[in-house]
């Protein structure tokens, strides 16, 4: 839906990567698991592996679905920002190329949610 302005839209953002003090926000949503209704977002540091990004931070969140527990994480296909992405579960955030406010999404193949429902 388009949306008209009535006026200038010009401030500053309070969201800026200088707000957070080192730390990058990355948001991630789980495909699939509409328990989950939008992507959830933490403010992490840069040096955290990504593995422990998966077990501490989204599994914090995530862990309350049933299907986690299950999930294959070399099987899990993921997005970054649309696009295909790989990441390297041992290497930090920024090693992995995330940036402040990027986007991840992860489908997890055969794990479709509540009864295959996708909730």
Partial sequence: MAVKAIDTYEFEPADKAENFHG?????????GHLLFSSPY??????DLPFAHFIAGPMAEIFGQHPDWAGIDWNSAVWTRNGEAFV??????????GLRHK??????????????????
Avoid at 23 to 31: L, M, Q, R
Avoid at 102 to 119: E, K, Q, S, V, Y
């Fill in 23 to 31: 730390a990058c926000v990355i948001y991630a949503g789980w495909d």
């Fill in 41 to 46: 977002a933490w403010p992490l540091p840069p």
């Fill in 87 to 96: 990441p390297d579960m041992q290497a930090g955030i920024a090693a992995n």
């Fill in 102 to 119: 990027d986007a991840l999404r992860f489908r997890t193949p055969g794990l479709d949610g509540l009864n295959g429902a996708g909730i």
